[in-house]
């Protein structure tokens, strides 16, 4: 199943069109430590390389959260490494503003010092990308709703759950693909735990994912041990992710530990089944995927309730999912996991997916679980609904100024570390 290739969507971001495409782009399996910075540029790059064989030249230049992150997030270096051997200039232009999208790339293909072709690419979040002159073919659509309301009368009336919906729409192939992806996400986890040392960068921020999964305190409560092993799956995959290793987009590489790490934790404790957390993915990605069509899931855009807000939202959903919650309760607890991140900002210490962004993590699998249980127990008094809180996350983050979005200006980014 390739998922890889193609404008991921019809729209940049928001996409009020009917329906939704494969949850496969909420799970990309990929280099981290940054969807939109590293696995966004990759593909552009990799498409655009592939289309002009010919070309002894290319550039690129980098406008937005792409250029005043880029080096921070190792963007330079993914662009030049794809493009090689053949040789690659890259611009940081962090002046322009008028931009379709705050990440945005142009590429340009040059043969004997002639310009062949040129292109401008949006990196939308979450290592998907929007080619502006529809140099490749849109992603179907797959699924013929985009909003939950619609999406839980149609499970009503057929009387199914949620990741039933997903296998009837998507086919069996889905299955398969997340099988991939959950075995990916334990490796992370395991390697992740094993690893020690320094994170790359200039920070010298230890892993720390190998000493929390240890370290036990003479008086620990199952409580509190509870989340000790949690926050060290998050800070293992997180960890990986910081150190430019493979992850899984769950929806980008800066949110990807939230999610592994409350179904390990309850994979391991409870002993569920492969196939059953392979359900809780699909319901997951469901969430992720309406909230990536209709609102953002990318810091640059609506900042970190886009990334972390959305990551929590889905481990609560799948963690209601394995728990054979009802559909109400399901959303509930995505509801509520959105709910209490809106306004959350984006603001990484010199651009590296480091600092908030580990420790936020392993925060945002707590709240998850919480939000389980506060939906188990008064769904039935809630007021709100997913599809309000999604909407409000996207006029929040349209609202949060430019610096608090992935610019590295503002907010804990300001604070000086020597490096
Ligand atoms: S602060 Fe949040 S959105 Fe920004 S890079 Fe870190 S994890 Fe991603």
Known sequence: MNFSNNNDNKMPQGNTAVGMTSIAHIYKIGRGPSSSHTIGPEKACNIFKSKYPTANKFTVILYGSLAKTGKGHGTDTVIKKTFAPVECEITFDIEKKDLPHPNTMELAAFENSKEIAKTTVLSIGGGNIFFEDSLVESEPIVYPHNKFIDIEAYCSDNNMRLWEYVVQHEGQQIESYLETVWTSMKDSIKIGLRSEGILPGGLELQRKAKTLYNSQHIDETPETKQNRKVCSYAFAVSEQNAAGETIVTAPTCGAAGVLPAVLYYHQVKNRYSDEQIIHALMTAGLIGNLIKTNASISGAECGCQAEIG?????????????????????????EIAIEHHLGLTCDPICGLVQIPCIERNAVAAMRAINAVSLASFLWSTRKISLDNVIQTMKETGHDLSSPYKETSEAGLAKIKIQI
Request: net charge negative; aromatic share 8%; hydrophobic share 65%.
């Open 310 to 334: 959305s990551a929590c939202a889905m481990a609560a959903a799948a963690l209601a999912e394995l728990f054979d919650l009802s559909i109400d309760k399901i959303e509930y607890a995505a």
